[in-house]
C-alpha cells in the first residue's frame, strides 16, 4: 500500500469569523432577555449587570467577527453562498430574543394602537389616545409617549393591522413588526445582489459590507426599525430603474413607484427618485425639455402613490390622511449626537451663553441650506452623466446624514447600502463601513440608559471586554484548518 496526498478541499475562509460571530449573537441574544429592551420592568440589579455585560460582549465578538469577514471579503473575496449562510447564522439569534439598542418598536405598536381605535396617529399621540396605563404606552419611550406619529400613512397602516392583530400582546406585536423587518432584509439582499452585479461587484463582498454589517443585525433585525422596509423597497427600486432603457421601460415605472412606496413610510427616501429621475433625463438627451418631461412623469407617480397612501389612511382612522407631514420634525426635537449640525448647535448655545432653541435652528438651517446645494450640484453631475442614480444616492444620502438635524446610528444605512454598490473608490467603502460598524456599539442595549441602576453599564462594560479577551485563544480554536493535506491510503 503507498499513501498519497488528496488535495486540499475548498477554503471557506469565512468559516472562523462566521463562527466567532455565530457565538457573538447567540450571547448578545440570551443577555436580551435581561438587558434588552423589555416591555416590563428591568431584572434586579445582579442579573441585569450579568446581562449586560454578555451583550456587551456577545456584540463586541460580533463587531470583531465582521471586521474579520470585511477583510476576506476585500482581499481573499468570497462567494455568495458563503456571505449569505454568514448572515443568515448570525441573524437567527437575533430575530428570536428581544430588541436591543432600541425601544422604537413599542412606539411604533403603541402609534398603531392608536390608529386601531379609530384616532389619526399623525394628531393623537399615545399617551392622548391610550392613556398612560396602556401597555404600549408604559413600554414607549418617556421621550415620544407624547408626540405624533412622523411616519408615513403606508407605515402607520402597517402598525394599525399589527395593532389590531396583536391587541396588547406587545411580544406577539414586535414578532409580527420583526417579520416585516425581515422580509426587508431579503429585499436589501436581493437588490445589492443585482446592482453589485450590474457594476461588477462581487456578491460576497456586497453581502459581506452591506447586509450583514453589525448596524443591520442590532437595528434592521434585534432593534426592528422600519428601516429596513424602506432600504428594501428603495434599493429594489433602484435596481428597477436601472433597467430603464435595455428595452424594459415598464421597469422604470415599476421603480418609480417602489422608491415613493419607500418614501411613504420615511420621507427621506424620496431622495433617491430625484436621482433616477435625473439618469432618466441624462439618457434621453439631458436637454432641458427632457428633463421637464421626466420630471413631470415622476411627479405623476409621486402624486398617485401618496394621495392612494393618504386615501387609504384616511379611510381606515378618518382626517385628511395628510397630517403626519405636519409631525415630521418630531424626530428633530432632541439633540442626537451624530447630528454634526445639533451638536454644534448645542455646543454654540452654551458657549456664547445664547437661548438653545433659536441657536439649533439657525445652525440646522444653515446646514440643511448647505446641504441642499450639494444635493442639487450631485443631481446636475447625474443629468450631465458624470454621476449614475446609485452612486448619486449614495452621496446624496451622505450629505443628507451629515447635514440632518436629527441622525440615529440605523440612518447611516441610508447611505452605506448604496455605497456598497456605488462602484466608487474601492478603499473608502470598507473604511467608511468600519468606522459605522464602530458606532453600531455605542447606544443602549435596552434603548435607554435609565433603565440601569447606579453603576451597572461601567461594571458591565469593562468586565465584556475583559472576558473577550481573554476568551481569544478559544475563539482561534473555533476553526479548525481547512487547507491542511490528507493523508489517503491506495493500493
Do not use: N
Amino acid at each position: 500500500m503507498t499513501l498519497r496526498i488528496a488535495p486540499a478541499p475548498p477554503v471557506d475562509r469565512t468559516r472562523t469569523p462566521r463562527r466567532i460571530g455565530l457565538t457573538g449573537s447567540i450571547a448578545a441574544a440570551v443577555g436580551a432577555f435581561g438587558a434588552g429592551a423589555l416591555p416590563g420592568p428591568p431584572p434586579p440589579a445582579p442579573l441585569g449587570t450579568v446581562a449586560l455585560a454578555l451583550t456587551y460582549a456577545g456584540a463586541l465578538l460580533l463587531v470583531i467577527a465582521w471586521f474579520g469577514a470585511a477583510r476576506v471579503a476585500c482581499t481573499d473575496g468570497t462567494t455568495p453562498s458563503s456571505a449569505l449562510r454568514m448572515l443568515i447564522t448570525w441573524a437567527a439569534p437575533f430575530a428570536l430574543a428581544p430588541p436591543l439598542f432600541s425601544r422604537d418598536v413599542y412606539a411604533m405598536l403603541a402609534q398603531g394602537a392608536v390608529a386601531a381605535r379609530g384616532f389619526d396617529p399623525g394628531v393623537w399621540s399615545p399617551l392622548a389616545a391610550l392613556g398612560p396605563l396602556a401597555p404600549q404606552v408604559r413600554a414607549t419611550p418617556e421621550l415620544w409617549r407624547d408626540d405624533p406619529s412622523p411616519y408615513g400613512p403606508l407605515a402607520q397602516l402597517l402598525q394599525q393591522a399589527v395593532a389590531e392583530l396583536t391587541g396588547t400582546d406587545l411580544v406577539a406585536g414586535v414578532a409580527l413588526m420583526r417579520v416585516a423587518a425581515l422580509a426587508g432584509l431579503a429585499a436589501i439582499v436581493w437588490a445589492l445582489l443585482r446592482l453589485g452585479a450590474r457594476r461588477g461587484i462581487d456578491g460576497g463582498r456586497v453581502i459581506v459590507l452591506g447586509a450583514a454589517h453589525p448596524l443591520v443585525l442590532f437595528h434592521l433585525v434585534s432593534g426592528v426599525h422600519l428601516d429596513a422596509l424602506v432600504l428594501g423597497a428603495m434599493l429594489v427600486g433602484l435596481e428597477l430603474a436601472a433597467r430603464d432603457g435595455t428595452g424594459r421601460d415598464g421597469a422604470r415605472w415599476a421603480g418609480y413607484a417602489l422608491i415613493t412606496t419607500a418614501a411613504m413610510v420615511k420621507l427621506p427616501a424620496l431622495l433617491a427618485l430625484g436621482f433616477v429621475a435625473a439618469q432618466h433625463a441624462a439618457r434621453c438627451g439631458g436637454r432641458p425639455r427632457d428633463l421637464v418631461a421626466v420630471g413631470a412623469a415622476a411627479l405623476a407617480v409621486v402624486g398617485a402613490v401618496a394621495a392612494g397612501s393618504a386615501a387609504l389612511l384616511a379611510g381606515s382612522v378618518g382626517g385628511s390622511g395628510w397630517t403626519w407631514v405636519a409631525a415630521l420634525d418630531v424626530p428633530a426635537s432632541v439633540v442626537t449626537w451624530l447630528s454634526a449640525p445639533s451638536v454644534l448647535g448645542f455646543g454654540l448655545a452654551h458657549l456664547l451663553g445664547a437661548p438653545l432653541d433659536p441657536t439649533l435652528a439657525v445652525v440646522r438651517g444653515i446646514a440643511v441650506l448647505a446641504g441642499a446645494c450639494v444635493v442639487v450640484a450631485l443631481l446636475r453631475a447625474t443629468v450631465a452623466g458624470r454621476v449614475d442614480a446609485v452612486r448619486g444616492t449614495a452621496l446624496g444620502m451622505v450629505v443628507a446624514v451629515a447635514c440632518g438635524p436629527a441622525v440615529q446610528p440605523w440612518y447611516l444605512l441610508l447611505a452605506l447600502l448604496p455605497l456598497v454598490v456605488s462602484g466608487g473608490v474601492p478603499h473608502r467603502v470598507p473604511r467608511f463601513a468600519a468606522v459605522t460598524a464602530v458606532i453600531a456599539l455605542i447606544d443602549a442595549p435596552p434603548g435607554d440608559w435609565w433603565v440601569f441602576a447606579g453603576m451597572q453599564p461601567l461594571v458591565a462594560a469593562p468586565v465584556a471586554a475583559a472576558g473577550v479577551l481573554l476568551l481569544r485563544p478559544l475563539w482561534q480554536r473555533l476553526a479548525e484548518p481547512l487547507d491542511q493535506p490528507r493523508i489517503l491510503g491506495s493500493a
